[in-house]
T-cell receptor
Framework: DAMVIQNPRYQVTQFGKPVTLSCSQTLNHNVMYWYQQKSSQAPKLLFHYYDKDFNNEADTPDNFQSRRPNTSFCFLDIRSPGLGDAAMYLC?????????????FGEGSRLTVL | AQSVTQPDIHITVSEGASLELRCNYSYGATPYLFWYVQSPGQGLQLLLKYFSGDTLVQGIKGFEAEFKRSQSSFNLRKPSVHWSDAAEYFCAVAPFSGGYNKLIFGAGTRLAVHP
């Protein structure tokens, strides 16, 4: 029973054509994260939401935006994808509070930019 | 700044052989420590985690890891590797900050298993 669901699993877009990736969760976790993972590299945190508070990593390009309309859903918007944005995008959820720390990952959305 | 080092990019072992994947971290205090596994084209699956207490932790699929504070290490081990263990393994730390955690990953170790 998938708890963090990402759609689509595979997305092909053209250079400069906006893309939206979605993530939904059934865990009722208050923190949701977006990671970018390029081929043979470690996942890199782009940003996260703590409830409705958006937290951007300092080196995340402006081309990447996110929305969280409610607890269950979070979206990653890439306004003008470039060839360098081709990657696997991983959504994760977690609970705030000490003694936690474990993140639950979706299966990822693989983005191809032509 | 916090960081995670996985010194081995690729490791190849024979099926049935023992395995140890190395992980070293840099952090001012004891962080939360994790090992995740990723099969090709898939998301990340948690193998095991260390928060506190017993420094030898057991995980899924027969994996275990030992936290050694003096060496800032959290090495992953398995006594007998199966062909299905071939995957990429990521060590991660989660420094507690602001009431929640952000995982910092190592670069990963790709495991190949020979029959």
């Amino acid at each position: 029973d998938a708890m963090v669901i990402q759609n689509p699993r595979y997305q092909v877009t053209q250079f400069g054509k906006p893309v939206t990736l979605s993530c939904s969760q059934t865990l009722n976790h208050n923190v949701m994260y977006w990671y970018q993972q390029k081929s043979s590299q470690a996942p890199k945190l782009l940003f996260h939401y703590y409830d409705k508070d958006f937290n951007n990593e300092a080196d995340t390009p402006d081309n990447f935006q996110s929305r969280r309309p409610n607890t269950s859903f979070c979206f990653l918007d890439i306004r003008s994808p470039g060839l360098g944005d081709a990657a696997m995008y991983l959504c994760a959820t977690g609970l705030a509070g000490e003694g936690t720390g474990e993140l639950f990952f979706g299966e990822g959305s693989r983005l191809t930019v032509l | 700044a916090q960081s995670v080092t996985q010194p081995d990019i690729h490791i190849t072992v024979s099926e049935g052989a023992s395995l140890e994947l190395r992980c070293n971290y840099s952090y001012g205090a004891t962080p939360y420590l994790f090992w995740y596994v990723q099969s090709p084209g898939q998301g990340l699956q948690l193998l095991l985690k260390y928060f506190s207490g017993d420094t030898l932790v057991q995980g899924i699929k027969g994996f275990e890891a030992e936290f050694k504070r003096s060496q800032s290490s959290f090495n992953l081990r398995k006594p007998s590797v199966h062909w299905s263990d071939a995957a990429e393994y990521f060590c991660a730390v989660a420094p507690f900050s602001g009431g929640y955690n952000k995982l910092i990953f190592g670069a990963g170790t790709r495991l190949a298993v020979h029959p």
